[in-house]
């Protein structure tokens, strides 16, 4: 993650807010750590900003990713984007695309805060470990793609742990509409928490949490990682730049979505098993025989379902995330 150190000396610049103090000709402005009495609870709050502007701004294409990877290959929905989009709406009405947000809302927040937290702590960790520096606070200005993205999978296994159980509410709530026999116009979490507890036991609610680790942990590494190393490239200076925090954000996470995708598949697969039309489906029962199942139903296209939208939902959505956490962390800073 950048980090800026800019020093500021003529008292012109004081509409910025920044301090001058007395005697000293540079003032050093870290803008990506706080005051150390008050780190900890910023970073929890720009991470939890983050993980909500995330997944809310792009929903309706999350929803369209996950009706895809249901569905067999021969459905229409299969067949683009935008087209898709348009015969849900104009069948379900546009709310449909939105069912499952009440789930991401409670969940993003507080997981995106440990993500985050995690990360920053980790990685100051392992710089302070496996470098020379010496840094006390819980964020650090080292640049080392390779330890962020080891940092990255110890922040999204915290994360995941707790956000796990939202996703699959989320997923049921998404699919929910055509996996019924009548239009389906009102879905609430609570009905569906208590239909998956009283149908499937509270196993369900994790069974997919192997799977969503398998998942998140090359996407995590592989986020972290290309968002540093196109950080480097992009902005070698470590200026504050939100346009570029943007650009090697989207990067990141296009390039971790179109490799992680079989796998989202599968987690797909376990997360929907219990309102699944195919019989091979809702008998599952982890990583290897939801694999298999998806191999038998659809072959090995099985496996790159709603590639196209989760590449669509990733650029947008890890760019949204890398730039809200900065700027976060700015204002908090600034105020």
Known sequence: MDYLKTAYSDTNKMDQKVPVIPGNDAVEIDYESLPDDASLTAHLTAGAFAGIMEHTVMFPVDSLKTRMQMLESSSPLSRGVISSISKISASEGAYALWRGMSSVV?????????????FESTKTMLVNRLTNSNSKKIVTDENHPLIASIAGITGTTASDALMTPFDVMKQRMQASSYT???????????????DIYRKEGASAFYISYPTTLFTSIPFAALNFGFYEYSSSLLNPSNTYNPYLHCVS???AGGIAAALTNPLDCIKTALQ???????KDMRNVTGFKSAARALLREGGTAAFMRGLKPRIIFNVPSTAISWTAYEMAKEILLRN
């Open 272 to 278: 929907t098993k219990g309102i699944s039309s195919n």
């Open 106 to 118: 409670l969940g993003a927040g507080p997981a995106h805060a440990v993500y985050f937290s995690v």
């Open 249 to 251: 954000g989207a990067v």
């Open 180 to 194: 019924r026999d009548k239009p389906v116009t009102s879905v609430k979490l609570l009905q569906i928490a208590s």
